[in-house]
């Protein structure tokens, strides 16, 4: 019986290359302003449009400002790289969410909101994050430019085929621990390449109960372990979330549509080249300590004693030493957003924790919605007034400080704690030190002003 994996990848080959690639089929192509303009002007020089325009959305997330978006951007590379993917969007007839626009934000976000990502799926974006669209039960992954070039020209693409792995983490996840902090520990235990080569199939109890947004949280963070893609299983979960969204399908589709995501799962005898099992008791809220996701350790742990010369030098730029604590080191940032962690269940999550409590004085906070929906619900839930009662303003959708693409840059030398998905040399500005953490322990962070265990608060 073939894995899930299979029965996705198998149903959209086109053609097998002899001793070569094969040509995919794609179901979705999602374009943003940073990796999309050579794939354009590849277009135009060969006289090409686009083969199925219907199939490609488009928005800005990675250089748009987070506040004062009615107004032009400053930035002239930002606002050259926002404009040129508006005008090519209009010349070659794609849909374009633009800044301001009600349907516009992180890309990642959007997809799943809007019912556009489904179970069964192929889809990619030039974005390594777009496994998190895997969370629907999708094949999906981040390719580079001329590869979009190459999906806008013929709905399909040269991939050699990955081998499948499953990670299954069972039990019970404890108090103040989430998705991000299992993505965490596996990145831990498997290291920043133990994926590679790999597309990860996640399962068992935590992947059961996770929510959908749990589960897009950890499946975000696949790329970061050096998997291809990974995604889970679609189940009742799924279609709850999915039905009555925009692009799901409708009536007498729909029940079709269930019907056959039904059939997506792997069979009890499938093989997979490698299958891990976890277990959730082993798992506690979790920090990054050095220059990649997979330095990192428990909140309450100490820091490594020793390493290679990659940790000797994480430590130099962190300002850590060997075998030390960091519960309560200080902290200058806090951020709590991007595609990895600004839906709205993060921002109840951050909440719940600073409900009733107020902004520590040396911490410069930067709460970021991954979409307008998602500004929309925190206003309806109330959150905004939870937040601003606790001294913390909310921003304009976008990217922000996940990378220093924006405005939102981490100044040097200062220590962000960060929901975003990377913490390389720089990622949030130059010279910025970046810990990885949920938005409970972002939350915990910002009011106590040190790194500080968020079920203190629970």
């Known amino acids: 019986m073939n894995t899930l994996f299979d029965?996705?990848?198998?149903?959209?080959?086109?053609?097998?290359v002899e001793d070569g690639p094969t040509q995919l089929y794609i179901d979705r192509l999602y374009c943003h302003e940073v990796t999309s303009p050579q794939a354009f002007d590849g277009l135009r020089e060969r006289g090409l449009k686009c083969f199925r325009p219907q199939?490609?959305?488009?928005?800005?997330?990675?250089?748009?400002?987070?506040h004062d978006q009615d107004k032009p951007?400053?930035?002239p590379v930002s606002k050259k790289q926002v404009d040129t993917l508006a005008k090519n969007a209009a010349e070659f007839g794609l849909t374009h969410y633009g800044m301001m626009d009600k349907n516009n934000g992180i890309i990642h976000v959007v997809g799943p909101e809007k019912g556009l990502s489904l179970p069964g799926m192929t889809i990619v974006c030039g974005d390594s994050h777009t496994s998190t669209h895997g969370a629907m039960g999708a094949v999906a992954f981040g390719i580079g430019t001329s590869e979009v070039e190459m999906v806008m020209a013929s709905q399909c693409i040269l991939q050699q085929k990955p081998k499948s792995m499953r990670i299954s983490i069972n039990g019970q996840l404890k108090k103040g621990v989430t998705a991000k902090d299992v993505a965490l520990y596996l990145m831990a235990q498997l290291t920043t390449s133990g994926a590679t080569g790999y597309f990860v199939e996640y399962a068992g109890d935590v992947v059961r109960d996770l929510s959908?947004?749990?589960?897009?949280?950890?499946?975000?963070?696949?790329?970061?372990?050096?998997?291809?893609?990974?995604?889970?299983?679609?189940?009742?979960k799924t279609f709850d979330y999915l039905k009555g969204r925009e692009f799901a399908p409708k009536g007498e589709a729909w029940d079709q549509a269930v019907a056959y995501w039904k059939t997506l799962r792997s069979g009890d005898d499938a093989v997979f080249d490698k299958d891990l099992i976890f277990s959730a008791e082993d798992?506690?809220?979790?920090?990054?300590?050095?220059?990649?996701?997979?330095?990192?350790?428990?909140?309450?742990?100490?820091?490594?004693t020793a390493g290679d010369a990659n940790f000797d030098k994480a430590l130099r730029y962190m300002g850590f030493k060997p075998g030390q604590k960091l519960l309560g080191t200080k902290v200058d940032y806090v951020f709590l957003g991007a595609c990895t962690n600004g839906r709205i269940e993060d921002f109840r999550a951050f909440a719940s924790i600073v409900k009733g409590r107020q902004k520590a004085d040396n911490v410069i906070a930067w709460l970021v919605p991954g979409s307008w929906a998602v500004d929309q619900q925190i206003r309806e839930e109330g959150l905004d007034q939870v937040l601003q009662a606790a001294g913390f303003e909310i921003r304009q959708p976008g990217c922000s400080a996940c990378l220093a693409m924006n405005d939102d840059k981490i100044p040097a030398g200062k220590l962000s704690v960060s929901t975003s998905n990377r913490n390389f040399e720089g990622r949030q500005g130059p010279g910025a030190r970046t810990i990885l953490a949920s938005p409970l322990v972002a939350a915990a962070a910002a009011v106590t002003g040190v790194i500080t265990d968020p079920r203190d608060f629970i």
């Not at 029965?7 to 097998?16: A, R, S, T």
């Not at 979790?286 to 996701?293: A, F, K």
């Open 73 to 75: 951007i400053a930035d």
């Open 7 to 16: 029965k996705i990848w198998d149903k959209h080959v086109v053609q097998q």
């Open 212 to 236: 959908m947004e749990g589960r897009l949280t950890l499946c975000n963070l696949s790329i970061e372990m050096g998997a291809r893609g990974g995604f889970i299983a679609p189940d009742e």
């Open 55 to 66: 199939q490609i959305y488009c928005m800005p997330d990675h250089n748009t400002p987070t």
């Open 283 to 304: 798992i506690e809220p979790r920090i990054t300590y050095g220059t990649n996701p997979g330095m990192g350790i428990g909140i309450t742990e100490s820091l490594p």
